[in-house]
């Protein structure tokens, strides 16, 4: 078997090899892309209402409010629970905020501090679904496989990144945003269904301490993050670097409008390139037997120099390539960091260690 042939082979062991992870992979495909629909319509909702750009920043400041004040508590949880059962109510919770963002649009009442109140409580929904589906993940596919996943839920991230905003724009031209948290809302059934589905004999057993506090809980895992030399590390690269680098959302609209001057179609094709990067770039980690700290260095020193070559450029042809660029650098790094965290921590920390990761990168 050739080295190619053996490198597409381990791109795609996770999904090969356990049936759960196969379950939770398709439920995903629908649902992401569903979810990249919404985080296009909520956007475009609150500039319909307001006009103004920065009431879509102060939007993402709500959406992500929630990671800085609750993601260490919601590691706790995750090492506390049944994490299956965990996801499920979080993905249905995740699901009633799609509904009400859906009546509040459709019944044409919506305002802008109502808008807020819901990206808010979908913020809260989120933070406790990531830090369950980064410790279900561990569950699905074991130790050995951890990476490999880690790289497949991140390509799947990326490719609705790119298939998911254009669909909305369609629906959102022909029918209205009301209709994308609806489509959003029936896309949950998909990964709900695929969760109780799953074959519980086959989930790997991890131990639990179900009398850890909250407080406690939340002080042992910062304290292990900050004892153990790779975790810190790791952790004080990915927060510098999500601090000052990790801002799409706002850098690639101001690259589009205000130094390319290619307006909307071109913001969409600068997106797409990104997200086209990050996709490379998440099979390209896949397709790796382990994660290697070399791999996390190399992804975040590329991806600080391509920002670097990237911001004096003012022309669309030189700026498309770059992003690619930028996407697979991007995702060598943080799906990288990610297993590197999880792979270092015991059983009963993962919850916790996933919640400081997040916690590092994005709140």
Known sequence: MTSMAVAGERTFSSLRRHHNYRLFFAGQVVSVAGSWMQNVALAWLVIELSGSPLAVGALAFCRFLPFTFLGLAAGVIADRVDTRRLVIATQTAAMGVSILLAIVTLADVATLPLT????????????????????LTFQ???QKELPNAVALNASLFNASRVIGPA???????AVGTGMCFVVNAVSFLAVLVALVAMRTDEL???ERRRDTGIVSGAREGLGWAWRNRLPRATLVVVAVTSVLGFNFHVLIPLLAADTLHVGPRGLGLLSAAFGLGALIGALVTA??????????VLGAAAFSAIMVVLAPV??????LPLLVALGIAFTLFVTTANSLIQLAAP???RGRAVSVYLLAFAG
């Open 314 to 319: 003012t022309r669309t042809e030189v700026a």
């Open 140 to 142: 699905l596919v074991g």
């Open 347 to 349: 059983d009963y920390l």
């Open 116 to 135: 807020y109140f819901l990206a808010t409580l979908g913020g809260v929904t989120l933070v406790f679904d990531a830090s369950g589906r980064q410790t």
């Open 204 to 206: 790997v057993p991890v």
């Open 287 to 296: 397709s790796r037997p382990v994660a290697r700290p070399r791999t996390f």
């Open 167 to 173: 669909i909305a724009g369609l629906v959102i031209a």
